[in-house]
């Protein structure tokens, strides 16, 4: 099962920045946040993943909080093609071929 | 210069028949997967494989066998087909922290 808690669907006007959360209070020290997207109809997308510092960089940036439990993803300028859903997942990388666990993620709709 | 194919991209058959789907990668990774989508669209880890090594089998039905002849490939072969079967496939690869995903094969069972 999912170890994260997303809102189910979000708006946003384009332009603007669409910020997404996501809870994770029963985190592992040693497991990272994940975010991926998938568009309709093509394969999930890796976004961001951080450990505990905020990180950027080309797509978004994400913020997470000093106690860990929760995080946001931020899409500075979010355009029409940025609606997806958003998937948060958290996962250990203590081995190889550790696999993602999808939730439900979040439905992001950008609109003009 | 497609990272992670997979053919076919649509498969349509009958219950009851066996089919396979391929997944190559050309990143050089070591690690690939494959994953289920439902209609309701939940995503499923099925099988990871590592260096040609099964490391995760989730529960899933042995009609389904991966086979990785090499570690550029990760096949999936379904034998006796159900219903239930019906979904989109999806392979990954991955070096670490980041899966990189293929397009998807939308299979439908008749």
């Known amino acids: 099962d999912a170890k994260t808690t997303q809102p189910t669907s979000m708006d946003c006007a384009e332009g603007r920045a669409a910020n997404l959360p996501c809870n994770h209070s029963?985190?592992?020290?040693?497991?990272?946040v994940y975010w991926y997207r998938q568009i309709h109809s093509q394969g999930p997308q890796y976004i961001i993943h951080g450990l505990k510092n905020n990180e950027t960089n080309e797509m978004a940036s994400l913020i997470i909080t000093e106690d860990r439990k929760s995080s946001t993803l931020i899409l500075p300028h979010a355009t029409l093609r940025d609606t997806a859903v958003y998937y948060c997942i958290v996962r250990a990388l203590n081995q190889a071929g550790t696999a993602l666990i999808f939730g439900k993620g979040t439905t992001l709709s950008v609109s003009s | 210069d497609t990272a992670v194919s997979q053919t076919p991209k649509y498969l349509v058959t009958q219950m009851g028949n066996d089919k396979s789907i391929k997944c190559e990668q050309n990143?050089?990774?070591?690690?690939m997967y494959w994953y289920k989508q439902d209609s309701k669209k939940f995503l499923k880890i099925m099988f990871s494989?590592?260096?040609?090594?099964?490391?995760i089998n989730e529960t899933v039905p042995n009609r389904f066998s991966p086979k990785s002849p090499d570690k550029a490939h990760l096949n999936l072969h379904i034998n006796s087909l159900e219903l239930g079967d019906s979904a989109v496939y999806f392979c990954?690869?991955?070096?670490?922290?980041?899966?990189?995903f293929g397009p998807g094969t939308r299979l439908t069972v008749l």
């Open positions: 990954a690869s991955s070096p670490g922290h980041e899966q990189f």
């Open positions: 029963t985190i592992s020290g040693n497991e990272y």
């Open positions: 990143l050089g990774h070591d690690t």
């Open positions: 494989y590592n260096n040609k090594e099964l490391i």
